[in-house]
């Protein structure tokens, strides 16, 4: 079957320009997770969302992130005024629960702020 | 707040060789452990999820083991080949249900 999917494949915006991150998680998943791969930080969670709970925001870096579900279903992470320490790959993973459950994860969204 | 170690940073090893690779994490407090492969420029393969309540599983050629209480996994690779070359990153779960990484090995396999 489809495994997770992120477009675009990779983005270069501008210092200060809004983008938004695209995520189409696993048919029947009900939980959805951002992740961000950086160099110097490695992997690191930014938020998820299970079902129709309130998501867990605890770990976007500012207010400037933002992300909603729409539909239980696809996801769209969103930077507003892009920042050069923003630049990193971006990555969704979706799973059939919370906690016990394998996530599997898309191919990343590559983000480059010039 | 949970930490997750793998050392070495990177390895090199003949083709055929048996390894291990090596993660430890400093919160007993787990739901489960991921190992996952990732390819230069790609997403994370997931390899193997062991559940807290699991000593160790298998995958064809992999085989992972979770000692929780000692905070430490490792994922035993035979008959190592060049197309086992990739970052293999280690991840746990706790009750948040998010994961926390470590920073990955990298494997190089010589042909």
């Known amino acids: 079957g489809a495994g997770v999917s992120q477009s675009p494949s990779n983005k270069v915006t501008e210092k200060g320009k809004d983008v938004e991150l695209r995520c189409d998680p696993i048919s029947g998943h009900t939980a959805l997770y951002w992740y961000r791969q950086s160099l110097g930080q490695g992997l690191e969670f930014l938020i998820y969302?299970?079902?129709?709970?309130?998501?867990?925001k605890s770990g976007l870096p500012s207010d400037r992130f933002s992300a909603e579900r729409t539909g239980g279903s696809v996801s769209t992470l969103t930077i507003q005024r892009t920042q050069q320490e923003d630049s990193a790959v971006y990555l969704c993973?979706?799973?059939?629960?919370?906690?016990?459950?394998?996530?599997?994860f898309g191919p990343g969204t590559r983000l480059t702020v010039t | 707040k949970q930490e997750v170690t793998q050392i070495p940073a990177a390895l090199s090893v003949p083709e055929g060789e048996n390894l291990v690779l090596n993660c430890s994490f400093t919160d007993s407090a787990i739901y489960n452990l991921q190992w996952f492969r990732q390819d230069p420029g790609k997403g994370l393969t997931s390899l193997l999820l062991i559940q807290s309540s699991q000593r160790e599983q298998t995958s064809g050629r992999l085989n992972a083991s979770l000692d929780k209480s000692s905070g430490r996994s490792t994922l035993y690779i035979a008959a190592s080949q060049p197309g086992d070359s990739a970052t293999y990153l280690c991840?746990?779960?706790?009750?948040?249900?998010?994961?926390?990484f470590g920073k990955g090995i990298t494997l190089s396999v010589r042909p």
């Open positions: 991840a746990v779960s706790g009750a948040n249900s998010k994961l926390t």
């Open positions: 969302f299970q079902g129709n709970s309130a998501p867990d």
């Open positions: 993973a979706s799973s059939l629960g919370l906690a016990y459950y394998e996530q599997y």
